[in-house]
């Protein structure tokens, strides 16, 4: 752990999220004219009834009073700060990350390596299981730690694409596309380049809220994180990384426009089917708008799962007892069956407040269209971290308050304009499953993009802002679309009626469209 600085205050500068409600089954540039980012709301105790994802933070409720204290949380009681100004100054954490899944340990790495005291606060156990199919594509690979050797389980060099179990075609690469890895090693050898640069790690610490005034804040310069347990951490900067039913998302007032379930079993196989599988993944577009299966081979272990929104949770259900079926895989007892929901932010989301930053699942940032989150959790909470240092370093609300903005326009400036794009391919997706197959099982160009996206040489977004003919190709996509029907970019929005009525066209042959 780093040693505190006794300077003056003038001289420093998310288990598994279960759907059993919907019948889940098992489970850095300035910016220029910048709007304010929202105020948010407090956390509120109706929030409980969301599971923790990612590392994360408890949802119950603890009494205000009775405030205990440890070596590394400040001394403070209901009677307001000690008078011990030294010690208090020794017992503020520059900069505290609550969440020790991807984007919490990359946002206390990139705060531990600035030279900054950091503290990981993780509810968990680690290593913990993760509802994740574990792709890492080029974002993630090149958003990892200096010297992070990747625990592939697989490299995937073939993709088969079907159409609901139909119209099957597999495409092929030299080159690898993406690897695949299990979550559990990732995660803690993610947790351990952070310890390595400095930051401290509690495990078993419960956050159930955070406050930026009140007595358990002895200053304008300090943010306290309340744990289950009673104390009370203090921070100059807090990064909120505690997956999709973030409680520091709700104190900042994270706004979510779409929301999916996704189901997942880990499937043990005999040699002969593993073999079957090495190096190719599955990806099946699904019966309801929006849905897909994968299937992702880690040696002798197959993870198969379906994603589709919430609110269909029988029919996921189904989707996902079918999918294993066909797929000849039902006489194999899975070790886990999980299921988990996937959070995308609005437009207008706020991503932070005061002096508390959140970024990944937490922050509701992933692709839209694929809900990848891996890449998304590595690269906002990689920036999340670097401006934690800055807000840390910020002498007064004003400061501190630019320092976060510039983090919210230098998410917005990425991730958020490849969100934007997904959310359009989401669209077409909901409503043209058959079309997107037949492009991207058809059309060389189409499949050379998404090796490209795979691997990291390109991006969805920036294809279509640098390429003519992928801009095009979308905008064409988009006048096709009937948006009277509420699809767009906010997602969702396909009934059934309409989904009934294009039913023909989008199950026809690729040869036919």
């Known amino acids: 752990m780093r040693q505190a600085d006794h300077r003056s205050d003038q001289e420093q500068k998310h288990i598994v999220s279960s759907e059993h409600g919907d019948n889940a089954g098992p489970e850095h540039a300035e910016p220029v004219g910048a709007a304010p980012e929202g105020t948010g709301a407090e956390a509120d105790e109706g929030a ?17 009073e009775g405030v205990v204290t440890s070596p590394v949380t400040a001394r403070v009681t209901d009677e ?9 100054a020794a017992d503020v954490w520059d900069v505290v990350v609550v969440g020790a899944g991807p984007a919490g340990a990359s946002a206390a790495y990139a705060a531990a390596v600035a030279g900054r005291r950091v503290l990981l606060l993780e509810k ?72 390595k640069a400095g930051a401290e790690l509690r495990t078993g610490a419960t956050v159930v809220r955070v406050e930026q005034h009140g007595p358990s804040v002895p200053d304008r310069r300090t943010a306290a994180v309340v744990l289950g347990s009673g104390e009370t951490v203090l921070a100059r900067a807090v990064v909120g990384a505690d997956g999709s039913a973030s409680r520091i998302g709700a104190h900042v007032g994270v706004k979510l426009g779409q929301v999916d379930l996704g189901l997942e079993a880990e499937i043990p196989v005999p040699p002969s089917v593993a073999e079957d599988w090495k190096g190719r993944v599955l990806i099946d577009w699904g019966p309801m708008p929006g849905s897909y299966g994968w299937v992702f081979p880690k040696g002798d272990t197959l993870t198969v799962g379906v994603i589709s929104a919430r609110g269909e949770g029988a029919a996921t259900k189904r989707y996902m007892e079918d999918f294993v079926a066909r797929l000849g895989l039902a006489g194999f007892e899975p070790t886990v069956s999980s299921g988990h929901l996937t959070r995308c932010r609005t437009d207008d989301s706020p991503l932070s407040r005061g002096r508390v930053l959140v970024c990944g699942d937490a922050a509701g940032l992933l692709e839209p269209w694929t809900r990848e989150g891996i890449s998304y959790a590595l690269r906002s909470g990689r920036l999340a971290g670097e401006w934690a240092v800055r807000v840390a370093e910020a002498n007064d609300a004003v400061d501190a308050r630019r320092q976060a903005l510039n983090y919210a326009f230098a998410i917005k400036a990425g991730l958020g304009v490849e969100m934007a794009v997904g959310r359009r391919m989401l669209a077409v997706f909901e409503r043209r499953p058959g079309l997107l197959h037949a492009t991207l099982t058809g059309l060389r160009p189409a499949w050379n993009a998404f090796a490209d996206i795979t691997r990291g040489s390109a991006t969805l977004g920036g294809m279509v802002r640098s390429n003519g003919l992928a801009r095009r190709a979308l905008e064409v996509l988009d006048r096709r679309m009937d948006t009277s029907s509420g699809v767009g970019p906010a997602g969702r929005g396909v009934t059934p009626r309409e989904r009934t009525a294009s039913e023909t066209e989008d199950t026809a042959a690729p040869e036919e469209l």
């Open 124 to 195: 968990a156990e680690l290593p913990r299981y993760k509802t994740c199919g574990g792709g890492i594509i080029g974002p993630s690979r090149d958003s990892l730690p200096p010297g992070f050797e990747l625990p592939l389980q697989d490299r995937v060099h073939a993709v088969t694409f079907s159409l609901d179990g139909r119209f099957a075609r597999t495409r092929r690469s030299r080159r690898m596309l993406f690897g695949l890895i299990n979550r559990p090693e990732f995660d803690a050898q993610l947790v351990e380049h952070a310890q």
């Open 80 to 88: 307001g700060p000690s008078d011990d100004t030294e010690d208090e």
């Open 48 to 64: 409980g009834a969301d599971a923790v994802a990612d590392g994360g933070t408890a949802v119950d409720a603890v009494p205000d």
